[in-house]
């Protein structure tokens, strides 16, 4: 399967900083998810995002499919952005959702 | 629209007996997923469901593991019998485009505990 890897693995920042978290896999893929899981365990879907650039509000995540990454900005983190943030990816089957193990995010007031 | 609704949101149970986890997809989406959540496997994502069809069970982890879509509002995914290994968070999601190239909505999970 697709290897997928994700960085930090532990992240903590002060309210208002920026972050950058990545996401590398191994294998070309017809898809890239980001997730967001909130403290209460609510899942939620950021962007679908195979390829180029996306925003939404203070979120921004960019896939370079031909260098095997993306990445997601925050932009004036909030404490409500704290959570893990999880990337998974659709191998060339269509068939497969591979995950990351996360990027655990703090944001303290 | 009332979003993916799963049932029970806990369930505790001993070893062996039979577990069945419900979920309703929000009305008019055509994929559900079952995705399982643990310490040590992360999120996997267990089978899926277009327009009420198997379409991968690969992540099924045995036969122990069962999933039906019986209609378009409407999924189960049952344990028989269930183990203690099974201890995990059990999401169920939908999205409106079949397949996995499409925003999926999730539902809040099912917490299992198998003693």
């Known amino acids: 399967g697709i290897q997928v890897e994700q960085s930090p693995p532990d992240l903590i920042l002060q309210e208002g900083a920026n972050s950058t978290l990545r996401c590398n896999f191994s294998d070309s893929v017809n898809n890239l998810q980001w997730f967001h899981q909130n403290p209460w365990g609510q899942l939620i879907n950021l962007f679908y995002i195979p390829s180029g650039t996306k925003q939404n509000g203070r979120l921004s995540a960019t896939t370079v499919a031909t260098e095997r990454y993306s990445l997601l900005y925050i932009s004036s983190s909030q404490t409500t952005d704290s959570g893990v943030y999880f990337c998974a990816v659709v191998g060339d089957n269509f068939n497969k959702f591979y995950f990351g193990s996360g990027t655990k995010l703090n944001v303290k007031p | 629209d009332a979003g993916v609704i799963q049932s029970p949101r806990h369930e505790v149970t001993e070893m062996g007996q039979e577990v069945t986890l419900r979920c309703k997809p929000i009305?008019?989406?055509?994929?559900l997923f079952w995705y399982r959540q643990t310490m040590m496997r992360g999120l996997e994502l267990l089978i899926y469901?277009?327009?009420?069809?198997?379409?991968?069970d690969s992540g099924m982890p045995e036969d122990r593991f069962s999933a039906k879509m019986p209609n378009a509002s409407f999924s189960t995914l049952k344990i028989q019998p269930s183990e203690p290994r099974d201890s995990a968070v059990y999401f169920c999601?939908?999205?409106?485009?079949?397949?996995?190239?499409?925003?999926?909505?999730f539902g809040p999970g099912t917490r299992l505990t198998v003693l």
């Open positions: 009305s008019g989406h055509n994929s």
């Open positions: 999601a939908s999205s409106l485009v079949q397949g996995l190239t499409d925003t999926q909505y």
């Open positions: 469901f277009n327009n009420n069809v198997p379409i991968d």
